[in-house]
């Protein structure tokens, strides 16, 4: 069965901190990765994504990079800011499994809880 | 404004009662989904349509009952057969099962 993990799973820095939260998955033959952020209580908002072809997406302070043969994601947080305390979300989504029993293809990890204090 | 909507913010539900979580998107997105978080877990797939009239179960189905009749509706109902239905719920929904998934603010459900 396919898992994604991140780590850490909290993690508390200084404003003006640079960042990076790890992803990892067990199966490499991925389609896309996406990272989310989620805000108590909230739902989540897509920040990134990157299709299984691409190395990294940049938005603003955020940089994402993708090494699919090793099954790693990271998500570079530059010049952090309180604003940025949030969960972050990894997930992955395979290019099989729709209609198959006991395949999921979109596959989210556990998140990590970012803390970033003024 | 496009958006995904669910409704209500909070849910109440007494024992062995049915309640039925609303979940609307005006974006024109074929798929949509049904997703479960609880504490200290990630999400987890109930139910997902990849177009009108047609849903497919997810990891966790069991005790949750979905239609589609409409394309920007998919409405979820929690029914008495969930015996854990304590949790929040999200609802979302993407142009089609590769792309995107758009979420809504959830429902947070709390059994009684």
Not at chain 1, 17 to 22: A, F, K, M, P, T
Not at chain 1, 54 to 62: A, D, I, K, V
Not at chain 2, 79 to 104: D, I, R
């Amino acid at each position: 069965k396919q898992e994604v993990t991140q780590i850490p799973a909290a993690l508390s820095v200084p404003e003006g901190e640079n960042l990076v939260l790890n992803c990892s998955f067990t199966d490499s033959a991925i389609y896309n990765l996406q990272w989310f952020r989620q805000d108590p209580g909230k739902g989540l908002t897509s920040l990134l994504l990157i299709q299984s072809s691409q190395r990294e997406q940049t938005s603003g302070r955020l940089n994402a990079s993708l090494d699919k043969s090793s099954g790693r994601s990271t998500l570079y947080i530059a010049a952090s800011q309180p604003g940025d305390s949030a969960t972050y979300l990894c997930a992955v989504t395979y290019p099989y499994g729709w209609g198959n029993s006991g395949n999921t293809p979109l596959v989210f990890g556990k998140g990590t809880r970012l803390s970033v204090i003024a | 404004d496009g958006g995904i909507t669910q409704s209500p913010k909070y849910l109440f539900r007494k024992e062995g009662q049915n309640v039925t979580l609303s979940c609307e998107q005006n974006l024109n997105h074929d798929a949509m989904y049904w997703y479960r978080q609880d504490p200290g877990q990630g999400l987890r797939l109930i139910y997902y349509s990849q177009i009108v009239n047609d849903f497919q179960k997810g990891d966790i189905a069991e005790g949750y009952s979905v239609s589609r009749e409409k394309k920007e509706s998919f409405p979820l109902t929690v029914t008495s057969a969930q015996k854990n239905p304590t949790a929040f719920y999200l609802c979302a929904s993407s142009t089609n099962t590769w792309e995107t998934q758009y979420f809504g603010p959830g429902t947070r459900l709390l059994v009684l």
